[in-house]
């Protein structure tokens, strides 16, 4: 996993920034009830989204947690007196406090399918009766745009995802949420080059190829062989899946 810390400072512009943010925010708020009193914005990063997410509903009071020191400061500077330090997998709330709880690029960076089902069980604690949980699927996925940058790192090492939509949804029926819903939104200016993906190659963006690995250099020399070496091809499109939490009584 990445150095949160130390990517805390460029982590917006690096990842398309304020049109990014918007495309997130609108698709998370089409998942959301309107008459939601509360939501939780897990791991919310920057604050960039969670932002957004509040000022599109003034009514609606957001919350956001974050388990990185350098990325809630910053978020923490966005929405002042609304961020919490804590750790997905065991969030700092009681039960049944939110009206709505979302976790945005999150699940993707967990190790495998038990932190998977840890963070869905706290939102899920944490969810109101009839609530709503969000969450974005599939994030890896949503790169293989079809490019000619997808066909050099096809042969690339992967493991499971750890966000595939079967298996959140399997995690989410076990909590006894039931799907409510799915959004789709474009990765705005996140459209790889094959300069700045070889770049990230050597930076261990990709998994189970970590800085200095000769697979990662040798990918990245097939990709300095590619026409237009600046030019993104197109943004990515993630996918959001909604459920929802059964009324009592």
Known sequence: MLDYDAEAGTYDARRGGEPRAVAAADAVLSLVPDR??????????????TRRLAAARPELRVTGVDLTDAMARRA?????????????????????????????WLLHLFAGPADTRAVIAECARVLRPG???VTTVDKAAAHDVGSDIDAVLAPRPRRPAPDAADLVEACAEQESLTPAGQAT??????????????ADLRRGWFTLLPPGDPRAERFAARLALLPDQERPRPDPEFTLRAFRKPTTG
């Open 131 to 133: 609530g709503v949980y």
């Open 36 to 49: 939601t009193g509360r939501l939780l914005d897990v791991a919310c990063g920057t604050g960039i989204v």
């Open 185 to 198: 939104f474009p990765g705005r200016g996140q459209g790889r080059s094959p300069r700045r993906t070889a």
């Open 76 to 104: 923490a500077g966005r929405l002042p007196g609304a961020i919490v330090r804590g750790d997905s997998r065991a969030l700092p709330f009681p039960d049944a406090t939110f009206g709505a709880v979302t976790s945005v």
